[in-house]
């Protein structure tokens, strides 16, 4: 074609024959391929070489890289290392490394949490299927604490794995030299006759000062024991030496070198060392500046800690004599020396510093009488007349009348001192005090403390009406005189003088600062920890003010009458109490709580008819209200008005007909014998609320009261289809079941109620208890187990399944249990009949009282705090516990609630009811 004719005419050497020595490909460096060159040389010996070649390999070789070829090359770096090893590596490969290095550690960010996360779930299942060998063994050795030192000997040795019976070592003895019994024999004789030595000196080693000093006489064998004490002794003063050096030199601190003489004791020749150091030291501080009164204290006080306490009293003598003005050589020198002696250098220091109150104060310290002490106190006050100590000291010592006067001097020369103010006014008549008072406000017009003692002051006169109005002028007058009124100051005195016996003043302060330095949002929160901080402290009156403060300012807030009304029954009186609930129902009228607790307090101060008067009022306030019809009838059948409660409750039904009202209109005819009643009025009933579990449990209960239990089961299955939910149905259900032997059945009853409410452990321990009877305490262990399994923060599980272990593994149980459920009250009470088991009666007590603090509303408890006490306490302990459960009124607990809703226990009070369930309580072993 044209194309290929114009192809062909561009390449000349197409249609010629190859020049001499031409080889295909090496030219361009093909030479890895097979050819002739493998087998052979493509050119003869006799060939006539080809220049071109030499020159190329002439070129390469003076280039300084080697060939190119497959031998050369790698798969990462190319030919030989880089092709461009010898190219100038400028800005722009730097920065090309850098994007790539980023790229690189950005990939490796991203996969490091993928990678951490992998590595760490690994570890983790590793240590799952191969634990430690310290992990699975803890529980043995926890048990080790529970090894007898008996059973801790019979134990046999690892060489003796195989024997029966161990075999006693037997006992080597190695006789012992004659020479040795005599020596020891020798030591232990007593002389009876003195030598020429002993006679001449009177058996002293060392003779008197200036005679010849008698090296001792050993005679008999040398005692080895006592050079090995000596070698132990002098090991110990070089380790003393050691620990007390640093480098072979003595730190000394230059400013607290007097502090640290006082605990310095020397106790071994390192102490000794030290002791001579500071000597040196101490001299050279006196000899450089001997004027310096602290170099003479520590110099004294350094040989009194020696022992040498004459040199102590000579140095510090000597100090006085060159630090005659410095108040602390005279004071040490009272201290270090003699009675008499002392007394001479305070008289010699009040000389040289007349003005020193401290010198002053130990003169009238180291007098013994009170008549030498008020004299030199008057020769104190001469010289230092504006001192508040002194005076002090002086009203102390004198009668009343002789203070006063005192007093009326003191306030003249030490007229800002409030102390003496106030002092003044509480020694004066009601009519001085006023006027004391008075100047001291004009002395002292910045101080709080007058003003709330003149408050003090009307108020033990009786004025109380001037109180508020002192307190009031008080706060203003400071604050013209630019005082910052601080709140919680205020509060702590208003504090202070309630426990004084001034709750009017106290009150008035309360009313005065409570609005102080509070924004407006915060006014509640504040108020109410201000008042809840004073019942705490016991300042009641404060507690009250502070309530009252808050409810003139949020009258309609029911829960500030609610607290008000716990406090003033807890710590008021019953006329305080039934005031209180009284305007909080006229301000709160549609709070049924507080028309209940008014009405309640009318009946426990014994005002029946009172108390009929307030619910009437509720009624009417609160029309078809639930609480307050069952509140009625409660009022009407504790005080044996049973009809009154039978139409109190028919017109609840009609008017108010909700389950509850059903419930204790049936609960009242059971109670009073009439079944057939009751259970028309339950059959009504279930028809009108079906979903109401109480309901059916009731009549399923009178129904098994009267021995119908074909009737009770079908009941309670009826109840079980309408209320799944319910567990007490299900357990009351299988109940039955097991009273009646049909333990197949119980257990598939609640199998089935596990179903429909998971993870529920009453369920569970009911099965338990079941497996229990049923099976024997292997299997109920194996289904306790599998419970705990479910339910691991269970405090019922856990309190059953401590008991139910041998008593050597329930300490480990209980172990166990606190650390699922630490503030568990089953939990916790279990504990305390463990070591009530064990005989620890303290750590019982601590752990019942513990138990019934956490929750006290848990009935079980106090019933069994109770029985211990009965058993173990005194009588003022069991009233206590009686006392605290009667304000508590507990309404939960196994037992408790068990005896509670017996029907021969209707009529009984919160007393009667512990008594009854303590009775009940098992005795744990």
Known sequence: TFSFAMSAAAKSFLGKPQPAGYQPGVGRGATGFTTRSDIGPARGSSDVPDERHWKHAAAKKEGGQDEENESTYDEFSGYAGSLFANAEYDKEDEEADAVYEYIDRRQDERRKEHRERREREELEKYRSERPKIQQQ??????????????????????????????KKRMERFTPVPDSFISSAVAGQAKATDLDLRQQKYGGLQT??????????????????????????????????????????????????????????????????????????LLASVRK?????????????????????????????????????????????????????QARAAVAQGVQHIPTSVRIWVKAVDLESDLKGKKRVLRRALEAVPDSVRLWKMAVDLESPEDARLLLSRAVECCPASVELW?????????????????????AIPT??????????????????????????????????????????????????????????????????????????????????????????HEAYNCARAMYAQALTQFKKDDSIWLRAAFF???????????????????????????????????????????????????FTANDNSEDIWLAAVKLESENNEDERARKLLENARHKAGTARVWMKSARLEWVLGHLDVAEDMLAEAVEVHPTSAKLWMMAGQIAQQRGNVDRARDLYSKGLKKCPQSVPLWRIAAALEAELKNYTRARALLEKGRMRVPKCPELWLAAVRIEKEASGEALAKSLMAKAIQECPNSGLLWSEAIFMEAKPQRKTKSVDALKRCENDPLVLLAVARLFLSERKIPKARQWFNRTVKLDPDYGDAWAAYYKFELTHGTEAQQEEVLKHCITAEPHHGEIWQRVAKDVAHWKLSTKDLLLTAAREIPVYV
């Open 137 to 166: 063994f803890s529980d043995l050795k926890r048990e080790l604490g529970t090894v007898t030192a008996e059973e801790w000997e019979s134990l046999p040795e690892v060489a003796d794995i195989g024997k029966k019976v161990k």
């Open 207 to 280: 003779p008197a000062p200036g005679t010849q000093t008698l090296m001792p006489s050993y005679t008999g064998d040398l005692d080895l024991g006592e050079i090995g004490r000596a070698r132990t002794s002098m090991m110990g003063v070089k380790l003393d030496q050691a620990s007390d050096s640093v480098t072979g030199q003595t730190v000394v601190n230059p400013k607290g070198y007097l502090t640290d003489l006082n605990s310095l004791t020397p106790r071994s020749a390192g102490d000794i060392s030290d002791v001579k150091k500071g000597r040196l």
């Open 288 to 340: 450089t500046n001997p004027r310096h009164a602290p170099g003479w204290i520590a110099s004294a006080r350094l040989e009194e800690t020696t022992g040498k306490v004459q040199s102590a009293r000579n140095l510090i003598i000597k100090g006085t004599e060159l630090c005659p003005t410095s108040e602390d050589v005279w004071l040490e020198a009272a201290r270090l020396l003699p009675p008499d």
């Open 422 to 442: 106030l002092a003044l006014a509480h020694l004066e008549t009601y009519e001085n005090a006023k006027q004391v008072l008075n100047r001291a406000r004009k």
């Open 447 to 536: 101080d709080r403390s007058i003003w709330i003692e003149a408050a003090r002051l009307e108020e033990a006169a009786g004025n109380v009406d001037k109180v508020d109005k002192i307190i009031q002028t008080g706060v203003k007058s400071l604050k013209a005189n630019m005082v910052e009124i601080n709140r919680p100051f205020w509060l702590e005195d208003a504090e202070k003088s309630d426990k004084a016996g001034s709750p009017v003043t106290a009150q008035a302060i309360v009313r005065t600062v409570v609005g102080v330095g509070v924004d407006e949002e915060d006014k509640l929160d504040t108020w109410m920890h201000d008042a809840e901080s004073f019942v705490e």
């Open 568 to 618: 003033e029954r807890e710590h008021g009186t019953q006329e305080s109490l039934d005031e209180h609930l009284k305007n909080a129902t006229s301000f709160c009228p549609h709070s049924e709580t507080l028309w209940l607790m008014r009405a309640k307090a009318r009946w426990l101060a014994g005002d029946v008819d009172g108390a009929r008067e307030v619910l009437a009022d509720a």
